[in-house]
């Protein structure tokens, strides 16, 4: 059984000097691979997350010729899983498995029993005598979002006052355009984030939407447009999140289609052809379409307004909101109802807020104020 099998590598038909030890490695592998016979009794097994990165020889007949898709574990798969895990452990016996299942979109099954076993080490280092729900629940969250740091230093209630804006920002547009269950937004540090906006899908979805991949890649620009809006001016905090609504337009842009120059190109067609090309046109796209989901963004979150402020004030005084309180603060606005009535009725606008009706997307969203690493001498704070 060779695991990673893609770390092997793929030959190059335009040869490269530095090339050469990889052919090399390949070469010899199947070589290998072609010394065994019929009789021997030998199964050669490879796994790998990048089938697309084998080299084509190694798939051919008589080698690893026959491909078998392992896929994430849907809904019922990841319940039972719970159910499995659960039963190795000391749990109470009501816990809600169904929720469990439904907040855990995108695991693995390896995800989940380290869940199940982080539950276990939180209710012990609580005294508890059983794991309950509520550990499960936290154990969900640190496999998701990371631990909470020990030891952070406290932030100037300048940084604080813009985490609550900049997270009260992705959670409302994420609850405006229906990109997935808002769980909880908190400005309490979690792994290197300083704040977290906890989205996760509604269902298992293979197949998504350009109104979907549109309203995420707003759902990813609403912190920055929300610090624009209070203070304006945009903190560095956001750059994690312009890489991730980056990758999305690029690949709506030379991949699906999508993108506004009505190109089907595919640049990885283009790639595989050994065709020189200028991928200029195509990150100018890309720039193109983001300025103008970055400006649906902003007309969303001035109509969200008061919403934000709501949010905002409340993250400031009690740290972590659940996901209810965020859709009741857009429930309490009266034109957010009169938008997605008329969103209803027109069937195909290019406001954003007429697109209501996205759903959800991959994987949960985890949308954090990330600090940057700066010099030594710079003292404390976020550049």
């Known amino acids: 059984f060779i695991d990673e099998i893609d770390g092997i590598g793929k030959r190059a038909e335009q040869q490269r000097s530095s090339d050469a030890e990889s052919n090399r490695i390949i070469n010899q592998f199947l070589a290998e691979m072609d010394g ?19 080299d084509p020889a190694l798939v ?34 009501d816990l809600d498995f169904a929720q469990l299942a439904r907040n855990t979109v995108g695991l693995t099954p390896a995800a ?27 154990a969900v969250e640190t496999c998701r979002i990371g631990e909470q740091p020990s030891g952070v230093t406290p932030m100037s209630p300048t ?23 808002v769980e909880k937004v908190t400005i309490l540090p979690r792994g290197q984030a300083l704040g977290v906006t906890l989205v996760t899908p509604v269902e298992d979805k293979r197949l998504h939407m350009e109104s979907e991949l549109r309203n995420r890649i707003q759902m990813l620009l609403a912190g920055r447009g929300a610090e624009q809006l209070y203070f304006h001016e945009v903190s560095s905090g956001a750059g994690q999140d312009l890489q991730e609504a980056s990758k999305i337009a690029l690949s709506m842009v030379g ?12 640049l990885q067609a283009v790639r595989d ?19 103008q989901l970055d400006r649906d963004c902003m007309a969303l979150l001035q109509r969200l307004k008061p919403a934000l402020d709501e949010i905002a004030e409340r993250l400031l005084a009690e740290e972590t909101v659940p996901g209810e309180e965020v859709l009741a603060a857009i429930e309490r606005l009266p034109e957010m109802h009169h938008e997605a009535s008329v969103s209803s009725i027109i069937g195909h606008a290019m406001s954003s807020i007429d697109r209501v009706a996205a759903s959800a997307v991959d994987n949960a969203q985890f949308l954090d ?15």
């Open 36 to 54: 065994f016979d019929g009789a021997s009794g030998v199964l050669v097994l490879g796994a790998t997350n990048f089938p697309n990165s084998l």
């Open 60 to 93: 051919r007949e008589g080698r690893f010729d026959r491909s078998i898709a392992v896929g994430l574990p849907g809904l019922n798969d990841r319940e039972a899983l719970f159910r499995l895990y659960a039963g190795k452990i000391r749990a109470e016996q």
């Open 112 to 138: 989940i029993a380290y869940i199940a076993n982080h539950a276990a080490l939180l209710a012990a280092r609580g005294g508890a005598s059983e794991v309950s729900m509520a550990h499960f629940v936290d």
């Open 159 to 181: 940084d604080r006052k813009r985490i609550a804006v900049h997270e009260a920002g992705h959670a409302l547009v994420a609850a405006a355009l229906k990109v997935g269950r």
């Open 255 to 266: 991949a699906l289609g999508m993108g506004p120059n009505g190109s089907l190109l595919s």
């Open 273 to 291: 052809a050994h065709i020189e090309f200028d991928s200029g046109e195509s990150i100018r796209a890309a720039d193109n379409l983001l300025k």
């Open 369 to 383: 104020l990330a600090p940057v690493e700066q010099p030594e001498d710079d003292g404390p704070g976020m550049l």
